[in-house]
């Protein structure tokens, strides 16, 4: 495995790859790596000859310094993991080679509703940070696909709204969530939950559970109140929100019509903790 910790490094090992008719998989990430970034690797893999991770924790998009300094760095771990799984590129900048001009009055990008719903509501200026790194990250790169986990599933969306605005020719290929046994969603986050909590944060996924088996024998409002109280009942002290929405759009429903493709969205807080999940369906 190659390491670049400069754009103009991996843009030239990328070109030149490009020279060999090699297609290019990107693999953006914050490193504390688990299984979950792993199978965006393994996707890559399948799919693109050369794979290209990078781990860069950008300041940018979070709302809460504290939250900043506390995300696990677990970089050498990292490292092994990358390379066990094949990864070809590791691209691993530095916040100056990121942001020379540093980070204040950086671009902002028309983004609409979906940075004013769900995550972008409860974190102002989250996604414009998202896209600040992400569209230099692409520079750098510049991929054929982009490979991204569904349990950030709104993400995923402004990131497809990003590449459409930058005007890039990149697929974007979502990969399904990877849960642990008892169902939570894999996350670098987990990292700072007790034993204790780790079993606890399952019922968020016990709770879209059960919202998706009952949402067509019940009111959505019903159904929803039925999930808070799994959560609060199971050592969640704040939801932020738990929400029935349309998928392309994050726009929440009234009612099910069948054909609709449905997001069920969660956001919670477990042991100051703020966890995030979904489920994707058809009805």
Known sequence: MVICTTKQAVDAYCKRERLRNASIGF???????????????????KKTRLTVCSIFINPTQFNNTSDFEKYPVTLEADIEQ?????????????????????????????????????????RPEHFQGVCQVVHRLLNAVHPNILFLGQKDYQQCLVIQKLITLIRKNIEVCIVPTIREANGLAMSSRNMRLSSKALQQASAIYKAMVYMQENIQQQSLVDVEQKAKEILFKNGFTTIDYIAIVEANTLIP?????????????????????????NILLDV
Request: net charge negative.
């Open 82 to 122: 990358l390379k066990s799984a094949g990864t070809d590129i590791l691209f691993l900048p530095t916040t100056q080679e990121i942001y020379p001009q540093g980070t204040m009055a950086l671009e902002k990008y028309s983004l609409g509703k979906l940075e004013t719903l769900l995550e972008g509501h409860y």
């Open 27 to 45: 693999v953006p990430t914050m490193g504390a790596l688990h299984q979950g970034h792993l199978s965006l690797i393994k996707e890559s893999k």
């Open 253 to 277: 429903i009234t009612q099910i019509h069948k054909g609709q493709k449905i997001a069920i969205m969660v956001a919670a807080f477990i042991e100051d903790v703020r966890l995030i999940d």
